[in-house]
């Protein structure tokens, strides 16, 4: 064999060596290894109220109908902005044909239309919407906690979800007889339930409330923020 062609197979040979060196250190398994998972919660008060109000009505003239529905939601809108720290917004609004018996002739028109409120002033938008109930309906209630509010506790829930992950890593490595642990991944998450409140939206619409009347009270409930860190750790043993 030509010396030139003995160099290239020998040069060849080399780096196929370490080509197969360099693919089993990228296939290096990793042993003692350990999922852990930490979870710690706070029930946190609603600080937001959430009210859902309604006009419908009925009339065989649908343009009549929609201008009743228009002018009974400006005046309660204009009403409502008067109500300092309440956010006014409209909701849906549908309008649908009402039939005879045998459900082939329109005999009249039927419309609806939501007005939606929102205050962190729970004693204001309670008395508005018992105000307003003289006009409109009520459709719903519900509270919630704010954004910036859920941000602050998650922030502190987080802090704790860390510390807690690293108790049961240390515990995981005492129990498997290492003498310490390597963290290879951590991921946080953050969540959290909101359940509706509708009893006094049940007890404000069964006492029929009219302009001006007493605003009753509130009780707007917790909801549970959870906060969970999950992770892998690699144990050194002695």
Same mark, same amino acid.
């Given at each position: 064999?030509?010396?030139?062609?003995?160099?290239?197979a020998?040069?060849?040979?080399?780096?196929?060596?370490?080509?197969?060196?360099?693919?089993?250190?990228?296939d290096?398994?990793h042993? +003692?290894q350990?999922?852990v998972?930490?979870?710690?919660?706070?029930?946190?008060?609603? &600080?937001?109220?959430?009210?859902?109000l309604?006009?419908e009505?009925?009339?065989?003239?649908?343009?009549?109908?929609?201008?009743? =529905?228009?002018r009974?939601? +400006?005046?309660?809108?204009?009403?409502?902005?008067?109500?300092?720290?309440?956010?006014?917004?409209?909701?849906?609004?549908?309008?649908?044909?009402?039939?005879?018996?045998?459900?082939?002739?329109?005999?009249?028109?039927?419309?609806r239309?939501?007005?939606?409120?929102?205050?962190?002033?729970?004693?204001? *938008?309670?008395?508005?919407?018992?105000? *307003?109930?003289?006009? *409109?309906?009520?459709?719903?209630m519900?509270?919630?906690?704010?954004?910036? @509010?859920?941000?602050?506790?998650?922030?502190?829930?987080?802090?704790?979800?860390?510390?807690?992950?690293?108790?049961?890593a240390?515990?995981?490595?005492?129990?498997l007889?290492?003498?310490?642990?390597?963290?290879?991944?951590?991921?946080? +998450?953050?969540?959290?339930?909101?359940?509706?409140?509708? =009893?006094?939206?049940?007890?404000?619409?069964?006492?029929?409330?009219? &302009?001006?009347?007493?605003?009753?009270?509130?009780?707007?409930? @917790?909801?549970?923020?959870?906060?969970s860190?999950?992770?892998t =750790?690699?144990?050194q043993?002695?």
């Amino acid at each position: 064999m030509p010396k030139f062609t003995r160099l290239a197979a020998a040069l060849a040979l080399c780096a196929a060596s370490l080509g197969s060196l360099s693919a089993q250190a990228g296939d290096e398994v990793h042993y +003692n290894q350990v999922a852990v998972r930490a979870e710690v919660s706070q029930e946190v008060a609603h &600080d937001l109220m959430h009210v859902t109000l309604y006009s419908e009505s009925q009339n065989t003239d649908p343009a009549k109908l929609a201008d009743q =529905i228009t002018r009974t939601l +400006n005046a309660a809108v204009e009403k409502a902005r008067k109500s300092k720290g309440v956010t006014v917004s409209l909701g849906s609004r549908n309008s649908y044909p009402v039939y005879d018996e045998k459900g082939q002739k329109i005999t009249a028109w039927r419309e609806r239309a939501e007005l939606r409120l929102e205050s962190a002033d729970f004693a204001t *938008l309670s008395q508005l919407s018992a105000d *307003l109930l003289g006009d *409109l309906k009520m459709a719903g209630m519900n509270f919630s906690i704010a954004e910036k @509010t859920r941000k602050t506790h998650e922030d502190e829930l987080i802090k704790q979800a860390v510390d807690a992950f690293k108790a049961r890593a240390q515990l995981a490595t005492a129990a498997l007889g290492g003498k310490a642990y390597k963290l290879v991944n951590l991921s946080l +998450n953050s969540g959290g339930f909101q359940p509706p409140q509708p =009893i006094m939206m049940r007890a404000m619409a069964a006492k029929g409330y009219a &302009d001006s009347a007493a605003a009753p009270e509130i009780e707007a409930g @917790t909801s549970r923020v959870n906060v969970s860190a999950d992770g892998t =750790i690699e144990v050194q043993m002695p």
